[in-house]
């Protein structure tokens, strides 16, 4: 059983997260999706999974998807900083140009709220911005080296977007060890958005702007991780070309296989006519 938080709005009340608490606390699992435009954050969660989401939006005007040539752009930031972590997996391999972060929060270390001698969580943060990106405090889409009155100072950094938190094994009331509670948080629920794209020949598709996070993440949580990877299929995929490809195909097509035809039979013709006659001589029976 899988417990999936995408992206609440509003903050989630004192009895709700005490009741997630204890879940977590007998082994549960946990995907928490987080969003800096809305109010929710992880609460008395923090303590249990040692991450404090932080709604500042993660900002980059060095790697970014361009979408409209606006300084709004660079909340598209991209970024290519995966752990090898589980979790990850498929993604790392798959996501060549760059996952986006659309609006992305951040995520910073919390006190684990552990007792005292117990065995502290294993944490990991799976997914960092580039180097280049920086919170945008003040919402102006610029990097602001020096804060004005009031205001906190900017700084590069590589923020961190995920964490993957494994608690320590727990005793059932049979004695028996069971494993621990296994919880990932993202600080950007748009991962988990769909997007339409364009899949050649004029053709659009609707694909997750995650790629495969979800489902390696599902599979991390249920215990399932060794059958992470990349799913091969035998479907035939269409060959895509880009503009100045499918230029080249229709100029080779129009002119140059017609000229390569004239080409061919003119030569022909040329051999044909410098080919001497056969010489000839009449029989008497």
């Known amino acids: ?46 303590g249990r999974l040692g991450v404090r989401f932080e709604r500042a939006s993660i900002t980059d005007d060095r790697s970014f998807l361009p979408q409209r040539g606006s300084p709004a752009d660079r909340r598209f930031a991209l970024t290519t900083q995966f752990s ?29 709220a552990a007792a005292a001698g117990a065995e502290k969580p294993k944490k990991t943060f799976v997914i960092r ?22 205001e906190a100072a900017e700084k590069r950094d590589r923020y961190n977007v995920a964490a993957a938190v494994e608690g320590a094994k727990t005793k059932g009331a049979d004695g028996k060890e069971t494993d621990g509670f296994r919880a990932l948080v993202y600080a950007d629920v748009d991962l988990f958005a769909d997007a339409v794209v364009d899949a050649g020949f004029g053709q659009r598709a609707l694909v997750m702007i995650g790629g495969p996070i979800l489902e390696d993440a599902v599979r991390w949580l249920g215990g ?22 499918d230029n080249v195909w229709f100029l080779l097509i129009i002119v140059g296989l017609p000229l390569l035809v004239l080409g061919l039979g003119l030569t022909a013709t040329r051999r044909r006519r410098k080919k001497p006659a056969l010489a000839t001589r009449e029989v008497t029976p």
């Open 1 to 46: 059983t899988v417990v999936i938080v995408l992206g609440p709005t509003q903050p989630l009340q004192a009895a709700e997260l005490a009741s997630l608490d204890r879940y977590l606390a007998k082994g549960g699992r946990i995907l928490f999706a987080l969003d800096p435009q809305a109010e929710a954050t992880l609460g008395q969660l923090e």
């Open 224 to 245: 399932e991780e060794v059958f992470a990877g990349e799913v091969i299929t035998e479907d035939d995929k269409p060959i895509k070309h880009s503009k100045s490809q």
């Open 84 to 112: 090898s972590h589980a979790s990850t997996t498929t993604l790392s391999r798959t996501i060549e140009a760059g996952l986006p972060l659309v609006d992305s929060g951040a995520l910073f270390d919390a006190d684990f």
């Open 129 to 150: 911005s580039m180097e280049s990106a920086w919170l945008d405090r003040n919402n102006n889409y610029t990097f602001d080296e020096k804060a004005a009155e009031g």
